[in-house]
Structures are given as structure tokens and as C-alpha cells.
């Protein structure tokens, strides 16, 4: 369903809104799902991701996030995350994925991608709310991939 021109997020491992395969939540082998990113905008000198809970109880829980993505990355494979990123705090205070794991309903969670104009100057164990200042102002374009992930 990619849109020509259309700055987009998918993954090979599950559709748009689907649910996430249990192999990539804390019950599984708890590692990022392949990510495919297509029609970055030309003009972006960087691109950033956070991945969250969008159904946690303060609304958000952050368990992946990414910045400095070199704008030419295509895909970040399974378990493994690009060159040169620098993967930044997440909620559970690890600068790594952390994988799905709703205590009891299933919860929803999305992958932002954000398309910059510029390199973000960050510190390593930066969390959320510090990225989304210094991308203030410098998102050309955001692109999502959404899934559920409930716990057997």
C-alpha cells in the first residue's frame, strides 16, 4: 500500500495496524522488527524514531528511541540498528528496544519516524521529551507504523 511519493514506515514482519509477532515482546526473544523506510524526503540531513505504548498508563512508554538515522537507511534490520544512531533512554532506563509487554490487555503501539533538517546534537542517555525539543521546528515530514501486542 506504499503511496508513491509518500514518506512511509513498514515492516516485513506484520501490516500496518496488525499485531506485532510475538518474537519481537518481552515473551519472545525481545528484538526490534525489521523497519522499512521509503520516499524520505530528499532534503532531510537526518531522520529519528520512538517507538511507545500508546495505551500506557501515563500515555506513553517509551521503548525504542533512535535519532541521527542517516537519511539513505532503507531498512533497520531485525535485531540490530543502524550505523551510526545513537539509540537514546527508554522507559525501562536502557538505551536499547524493549519489547512490548502489556501487563494485561493488549496495548497499542506505534513507530514515528521523523524526517530532519538537521543532525541532532544529543547526549547518549537523552530520553523522549529531550529529543522532541531538539527536533522542535526541524521535522520536514513523520511518517507511522502501528500494532497491537497482547501477552499470551
Given amino acids: 500500500e506504499v503511496r508513491k511519493g509518500r514518506f512511509t514506515i513498514f515492516s516485513?514482519?506484520?501490516?500496518?495496524r496488525g499485531t506485532i509477532p510475538k518474537?519481537?515482546?518481552c515473551e519472545g526473544d525481545n528484538m526490534n522488527p525489521p523497519?522499512?523506510?521509503?520516499?524520505?524526503?530528499s532534503e532531510a540531513k537526518s531522520m529519528a524514531l520512538i517507538f511507545d505504548d500508546q495505551d500506557a498508563?501515563?500515555?506513553?512508554?517509551?521503548?525504542?528511541?533512535l535519532w541521527n538515522i542517516d537519511p539513505r537507511t532503507g531498512e533497520i534490520k531485525e535485531n540490530s540498528f543502524p550505523q551510526g544512531a545513537v539509540?537514546?533512554?527508554?522507559?525501562?532506563?536502557?538505551?536499547?528496544?524493549?519489547?512490548p509487554c502489556p501487563p494485561t490487555r493488549p496495548h497499542r503501539y506505534v513507530f514515528n519516524v521523523f524526517?530532519?533538517?538537521?543532525?541532532?546534537?544529543?547526549?547518549?542517555?537523552?530520553?523522549k521529551p529531550d529529543l522532541e525539543r531538539a527536533m522542535e521546528g526541524h521535522i520536514?515530514?513523520?511518517?507511522?507504523?502501528?500494532?497491537?501486542?497482547?501477552r499470551k
Wanted: proline share 5%.
Fill in 12 to 16: 516485513p514482519a506484520f501490516e500496518n
Fill in 23 to 25: 518474537k519481537y515482546g
Fill in 35 to 41: 523497519l522499512k523506510m521509503e520516499n524520505v524526503p
Fill in 57 to 65: 498508563p501515563r500515555g506513553s512508554y517509551v521503548h525504542w528511541i
Fill in 87 to 99: 539509540q537514546g533512554m527508554n522507559d525501562f532506563k536502557k538505551n536499547n528496544y524493549g519489547g
Fill in 115 to 127: 524526517a530532519l533538517d538537521i543532525v541532532l546534537n544529543l547526549i547518549f542517555n537523552a530520553a
Fill in 140 to 150: 520536514i515530514s513523520q511518517a507511522q507504523l502501528r500494532g497491537t501486542y497482547k
